[in-house]
T-cell receptor
Framework: GIQVEQSPPDLILQEGANSTLRCNFS?????LQWFHQNPWGQLINLFY???GTKQNGRLSATTVATERYSLLYISSSQTTDSGVYFC???????????FGSGTRLQVQP | ETGVTQSPTHLIKTRGQQVTLRCSSQ?????VSWYQQALGQGPQFIFQ???????GRGNVPPRFSGLQFPNYSSELNVNALELDDSALYLC?????????????FGPGTRLTVL
C-alpha cells in the first residue's frame, strides 16, 4: 500500500514562531488532506489540497504532486495551535485515506 | 447544516462482548468511512459505505462489520471483542464529486475493552 511519512515527529515552538511540517507519499494520489487533531480527538479539516497552494489565515499548504510531497506552514503560532497534525492521502483508484503518523506540535507561551 | 455526529462518546466493554457504534453523516453526504485510531498512532481505514453498499475494506478481520441506512447514517459492529480493539473509532462522511472528495470527521467513540 501507499506509504505516508511525516516530519518532524515532534515540534516545540515558542508562541509567535513559524513552522513547516512535511508530508512525503510514495504513490500518485487524488486526494490529500491536512488535519489538526485536538486533545479531545476531533479531527479538524485544515486543507483539501491534492495539488497547488492554498492559504487560510495563518495557515497555508503546498502540494507538489509530481514530487510526492506536501508542506503545511504555520505562521505566528499560538498556543491553540498545539495538537497533532496529520497528513492523509487517497491513492488514485482507492477510496480510503491513508494517514501518516502525525507531527505533535506544542506551542509554549 | 449539521456536522458528523457519533454515539456513544465513550464505551467500556469486556473481552468477548459485542459492540455497535453509530454515525450520522453530514447533511447531503452519501458516503461514510470508518477508521480505528490506536493510542499514539494515525487513524487506520476500516471500511467505507456508499449508498448502502460496502465500497472498500481495510485489513480488518471479519469480526468488524457495518451497515449504511437509506438516510446514509451508519453502524459499525464488532463481535468477540479483543483487548487490542481498544481505540478511538472515527467516522467520516463525504460527497465525492469531481475536483473534491473532502472527508469530514465526527468526534469519535472511545472504546475500552477490559
Amino acid at each position: 500500500g501507499i506509504q505516508v511519512e511525516q516530519s518532524p515527529p515532534d515540534l516545540i515552538l515558542q508562541e509567535g514562531a513559524n513552522s513547516t511540517l512535511r508530508c512525503n507519499f510514495s504513490d500518485s494520489v487524488n486526494n490529500l488532506q491536512w488535519f489538526h487533531q485536538n486533545p479531545w480527538g476531533q479531527l479538524i479539516n485544515l486543507f483539501y489540497i491534492p495539488s497547488g497552494t492554498k492559504q487560510n489565515g495563518r495557515l497555508s499548504a503546498t502540494t507538489v504532486a509530481t514530487e510526492r510531497y506536501s508542506l503545511l506552514y504555520i505562521s505566528s503560532s499560538q498556543t491553540t495551535d498545539s495538537g497533532v497534525y496529520f497528513c492523509a492521502v487517497e491513492r488514485t483508484g482507492r477510496r480510503a485515506l491513508t494517514f501518516g503518523s502525525g507531527t505533535r506540535l506544542q506551542v509554549q507561551p | 447544516e449539521t456536522g458528523v455526529t457519533q454515539s456513544p462518546t465513550h464505551l467500556i466493554k469486556t473481552r468477548g462482548q459485542q459492540v455497535t457504534l453509530r454515525c450520522s453523516s453530514q447533511s447531503g453526504h452519501n458516503t461514510v468511512s470508518w477508521y480505528q485510531q490506536a493510542l499514539g498512532q494515525g487513524p487506520q481505514f476500516i471500511f467505507q459505505y456508499y449508498r448502502e453498499e460496502e465500497n472498500g475494506r481495510g485489513n480488518v478481520p471479519p469480526r468488524f462489520s457495518g451497515l449504511q441506512f437509506p438516510n446514509y447514517s451508519s453502524e459499525l459492529n464488532v463481535n468477540a471483542l479483543e483487548l487490542d480493539d481498544s481505540a478511538l473509532y472515527l467516522c467520516a462522511s463525504s460527497l465525492p464529486s469531481p475536483g473534491t472528495d473532502t472527508q469530514y470527521f465526527g468526534p469519535g467513540t472511545r472504546l475500552t475493552v477490559l
